[in-house]
């Protein structure tokens, strides 16, 4: 069974320009997790997909959106980009909508880098 | 201020030695869990402990819940080379993941 993928691997952009990643879930996990980890700092939660929708975002500006698409894959865009946005973006899916009772599966992330 | 802090930051023991990390939360939760990362990969789930569980094993993962206490350990015994890794707790203190906070971190070095 795949795992969590997530694409690119690494990206590097300029400041100002736009950043789209991709995750794809779990065949079967509806449920799509945006985390942003910036160096020496935890996780912070971006945004949660669910059955297309979004469920709910963190306290993050709205130049970070994203979507999901009917097969439950997702995008994470980024506008007007800032130097403080170079982080690891990770992904993560889990079955059951809503509940943190479910562990999460995480892809191995997106190295952003705004120079 | 997060939810979920681990103590210590860093840790360096030796192969076959114990590891222990802790992690202290500031709100009464539904549950906690651990994971592990490796180089700033994706993080891997090991364990989840209830709030009315008391300790969990899995394999050489030993955790602990003291609620009263609003903490948490995580011991790893005869710890390997391959144990190197960061491990983070994260703390569910009810609402779904969107509300679940993860801690910066216990950086683990095992020397072989």
């Known amino acids: 069974e795949a795992g969590v993928t997530q694409s690119p691997t690494h990206l590097i952009k300029t400041r100002g320009q736009q950043a789209t990643l991709r995750c794809s879930p779990i065949?079967?996990?509806?449920?799509v997790y945006w985390y942003q980890q910036a160096l020496g700092l935890g996780l912070q939660f971006l945004l949660w997909y669910d059955e297309g929708e979004e469920r709910n975002r963190g306290n993050f500006p709205p130049r970070f959106s994203g979507r999901q698409f009917p097969n439950y894959s997702s995008e994470l865009n980024v506008n007007a980009l800032e130097l403080e946005d170079s982080a690891l973006y990770l992904c993560?899916?889990?079955?059951?909508?809503?509940?943190?009772?479910?562990?999460?599966?995480f892809g191995s992330g997106t190295q952003l880098s705004v120079l | 201020s997060q939810q979920g802090e681990e103590d210590p930051q860093a840790l360096s023991i030796q192969e076959g030695e114990n590891a222990t990390m802790n992690c202290s939360y500031k709100t009464s939760i539904n549950n906690l869990q651990w994971y592990r990362q490796n180089s700033g990969r994706g993080l891997v789930h090991l364990i989840l402990?209830?709030?009315?569980?008391r300790e969990k094993h899995s394999g050489r993962l030993r955790v602990t819940l003291d609620t009263s206490k609003k903490s948490s350990s995580l011991l790893i015994t005869a710890s390997r080379a391959a144990d190197t890794a960061s491990y983070f707790c994260?703390?569910?203190?009810?609402?779904?993941?969107?509300?679940?906070?993860f801690g910066i971190g216990t950086k683990l070095q095992v020397i072989p």
């Open positions: 993560a899916s889990s079955f059951h909508s809503g509940s943190a009772n479910e562990k999460l599966f």
């Open positions: 065949s079967g996990h509806t449920s």
């Open positions: 994260a703390t569910d203190a009810g609402g779904g993941y969107q509300k679940v906070t």
């Open positions: 402990i209830r709030s009315n569980e």
